[in-house]
């Protein structure tokens, strides 16, 4: 009896399971088409508006203006530079980070600083938006003193911080599933463990790093509060990097949080600003996965 209980009970999860499991999958995809046809219906709502000429080959934002313009470039132009700058900071100190947990750190170092770096990816992105502002900012001023209080170095710099735990968590995952026998191997014909490290152990996880970069580039384009506390609220397609700019997600929090009307062309804006950053992270995504499938080794 006892077995034929447990018998039944195993043959109706096993029926169950995967239809629960089938549903939450199903949540999922239908949670992320709903979003996708609200923002491509309200993008379209937006360019019955304004021509589509307008919003991509013009270089002006204002869109507040007694005569608006919609040029989506200086937005564009504002999130490029944070995230250039972020990439510059974060690649050297996160791939560094790996290398050295992975070719160089004790287990007992590896497990002390691994977790201390995976720590700044717990902090709120609000209080790295206040350090921006209040610490890096001044600090910069009173190297440069022509900065602004808002510009793009500020924030490029604390966007590059908040990033290196995802660079350097996902390359000292790719290194350390290198096989052992490859670095003795090196070793064994003489090589330092540097050596090792930049020429063997690097181009083997190649595919893992560049992976991790990329993800990492995409989260610093859409990254919200830390640019909306420090690089300011004035969109700008030049190159000058002391001035203050705005981003796309940044603009998205201003008229978000009131600054234009509901069903204003300013407030429908906001749905194609979106769709612009959603299409720059699909293309960073697919780039990752490329890189992933492309320089993937197999041991």
Do not use: C
């Given at each position: ?9 195993k043959v109706t999860s096993d029926k169950v399971v995967p ?281």
């Open positions: 009896m006892i077995e034929d209980k447990q018998s039944k009970s239809k629960v499991l089938a549903l939450i999958a199903l949540i999922s995809i239908l949670t992320t088409l709903g979003i996708l046809v609200t923002l491509l219906t309200e993008t379209i709502t937006f360019f019955t508006r304004i021509p589509l000429t307008e919003f991509l080959f013009t270089a002006e934002w204002s869109p507040f203006t007694s005569s608006p313009k919609y040029g989506i470039w200086a937005l564009i132009m504002g999130t490029l530079k944070i995230t250039v700058i972020a990439t510059i900071v974060a690649v050297p100190i996160g791939l560094g980070s790996a290398i050295y947990l992975s070719e160089y750190a004790s287990k007992t170092a590896r497990k002390i600083i691994k977790p201390t770096l995976e720590l700044l990816s717990g902090i709120p992105t609000i209080v790295f938006g206040f350090f921006a502002l209040t610490f890096v900012t001044p600090l910069l001023r009173s190297i440069f003193p022509d900065i602004n209080s808002f510009n793009s170095i500020s924030p490029g710099i604390v966007v590059g911080i908040m990033i290196i735990p995802l660079i350097s968590s996902m390359s000292e995952d790719a290194m350390s599933s290198v096989p052992n026998k490859v670095r003795e191997g090196a070793l064994g014909m003489g090589a330092t463990k540097f050596e090792v490290a930049r020429k063997v152990i690097v181009p083997a996880a190649t595919s893992g790093i560049m992976a991790s970069i990329v993800l990492a580039i995409s989260r610093a384009l859409g990254e919200t509060m830390i640019v909306s506390l420090a690089a300011g609220s004035t969109p700008s397609s030049s190159f000058d990097l002391t001035n203050s700019i705005q981003t796309m997600t940044g603009y998205i929090v201003q008229v978000a949080t009131g600054d234009a009307t509901f069903g204003s062309t300013a407030y429908y804006s906001i749905y194609a600003v979106g769709f612009t950053l959603f299409i720059f992270t699909i293309i960073m995504n697919l780039i990752s996965q490329w890189i992933t499938h492309r320089f993937r080794e197999e041991y």
